[in-house]
T-cell receptor
Framework: GAGVSQSPSNKVTEKGKDVELRCDPI?????LYWYRQSLGQGLEFLIY????????KSGLPSDRFSAERTGGSVSTLTIQRTQQEDSAVYLC?????????????FGPGTRLTVT | DQQVKQNSPSLSVQEGRISILNCDYT??????FLWYKKYPAEGPTFLIS?????DKNEDGRFTVFLNKSAKHLSLHIVPSQPGDSAVYFC????????????FGAGTTVTVRA
C-alpha cells in the first residue's frame, strides 16, 4: 500500500532561486496539507486543499510561497526567490474528507537548504 | 501565537519504565488531540488520538489523558521499549478549522537499555 510520497528528499539551492516541491497523496484522500518544520520548532501549517474547493492559504508566510493541486491529486509547493530563512523540512500530509477521520498521514518530507 | 506547547524538550527513561509526555494548549475549542511519533528522516506517524469529549483513550502500551479544565494532556507509554526512542509531537485540531493541525515543538524521548 503506497503512503504519501514526496520529492525530492533533499534540495540544496542558492539564495534567490526558485524551488518546486512535490507531494503525491494517498489515493482516495481528498484533503491535502503542507506543513514545514524549521530547526528546533514544531510543524507549522502552510496550506490546505480539500477536493475542488479553493485552497486555504492562511499559513503561507509570504507571497513568495504558492501551491497548486492538479486533478485533485498531486500537489506542488513553489517557493520563489528563496531566502535562507526558508530552510526547513517541508512535509505533506493527506487525509480522508472531513467527517471521515481526523488522522493525517505524512510523507517523509523534503529537506530544503538555502545557501 | 503558539496554541500547543510541549515544555519538556527531552525525556530519558529506562527500558521497562513508564514514559510520561506532557502537553498544554490554550484554545478551549479544540475538538481532537493527537500524538505523533517521528524518527529521523521520516515523516511523523500517528500514534493515538482523543476526542475533547473524553478524558482517556488507551491503545496497547499507549494511553492519552485529557484534562480539559487544565487544558492539559499527557501521553503515557508503559512499558517503554528501545524502539520508542523518537521525537513525540502533540497536536490539536478543530473541525471548524478544517482539521488543520497545531503542533507543539516536540519532546525527544530516549529509552535507555
Amino acid at each position: 500500500g503506497a503512503g504519501v510520497s514526496q520529492s525530492p528528499s533533499n534540495k540544496v539551492t542558492e539564495k534567490g532561486k526558485d524551488v518546486e516541491l512535490r507531494c503525491d497523496p494517498i489515493s482516495g484522500h481528498t484533503a491535502l496539507y503542507w506543513y514545514r518544520q524549521s530547526l528546533g520548532q514544531g510543524l507549522e501549517f502552510l496550506i490546505y486543499f480539500q477536493g475542488n474547493s479553493a485552497p486555504d492559504k492562511s499559513g503561507l508566510p509570504s507571497d513568495r510561497f504558492s501551491a497548486e493541486r492538479t486533478g485533485g491529486s498531486v500537489s506542488t509547493l513553489t517557493i520563489q526567490r528563496t531566502q535562507q530563512e526558508d530552510s526547513a523540512v517541508y512535509l505533506c500530509a493527506s487525509s480522508l474528507a472531513i467527517g471521515q477521520g481526523v488522522q493525517q498521514y505524512f510523507g517523509p518530507g523534503t529537506r530544503l537548504t538555502v545557501t | 501565537d503558539q496554541q500547543v506547547k510541549q515544555n519538556s524538550p527531552s525525556l530519558s527513561v529506562q527500558e521497562g519504565r513508564i514514559s510520561i509526555l506532557n502537553c498544554d494548549y490554550t484554545n478551549s475549542m479544540f475538538d481532537y488531540f493527537l500524538w505523533y511519533k517521528k524518527y529521523p528522516a521520516e515523516g511523523p506517524t500517528f500514534l493515538i488520538s482523543i476526542s475533547s469529549i473524553k478524558d482517556k483513550n488507551e491503545d496497547g502500551r499507549f494511553t492519552v489523558f485529557l484534562n480539559k479544565s487544565a487544558k492539559h494532556l499527557s501521553l503515557h507509554i508503559v512499558p517503554s521499549q528501545p524502539g520508542d526512542s523518537a521525537v513525540y509531537f502533540c497536536a490539536a485540531t478543530l473541525r471548524s478549522n478544517d482539521y488543520k493541525l497545531s503542533f507543539g515543538a516536540g519532546t525527544t524521548v530516549t529509552v535507555r537499555a
